[in-house]
């Protein structure tokens, strides 16, 4: 059964960091693109961030470039998403998720991704 577990949110000031994690098992995604999405009340899921299968690229929303970085590590099965200087907008319920196609690129529509977390809360105050 493959499963992909979020950790790491919570309530932040404004300004502040989190560190997400997303833990994978059942299965290896060593080889398949991960990304990171959001979704605030009211709105549709929308891309965060992703990471090539191999690491080396990775790809942000305007909104979060800059502040936001996204890494992997293959040993542990693991996608991080650092986020710094966090606003008020960026409160929602983030999403890790794992791309379909082994050796594929990173997809910045939520169809590009088979595999889900139940999601972590991420609260910024003001």
């Known amino acids: 059964q493959v499963q992909l577990v979020e950790s790491g949110g919570g309530l932040v000031q404004a300004g502040g960091s989190l560190r997400l994690s997303c833990a994978a098992s059942?299965?290896?995604?060593?080889?398949?693109?991960m990304g990171w999405f959001r979704q605030a009340p009211g709105k549709e899921r929308e891309f965060v961030a992703g990471i090539s299968w191999g690491g080396s690229r990775t790809y942000y929303a305007d909104s979060v470039k800059g502040r936001f970085t996204i890494s992997r590590d293959k040993a542990k099965n693991t996608v991080y998403l650092q986020m710094n200087s966090l606003k008020p907008e960026d409160t929602a319920v983030y999403y890790c998720?794992?791309?379909?196609?082994?050796?594929?690129?990173?997809?910045?529509?939520?169809?590009?991704?088979?595999?889900w977390g139940q999601g972590t809360r991420v609260t910024v105050s003001s």
């Open positions: 998720a794992a791309s379909r196609t082994q050796f594929g690129s990173v997809s910045m529509l939520p169809d590009g991704y088979d595999y």
């Open positions: 059942g299965r290896t995604f060593s080889n398949y693109p």
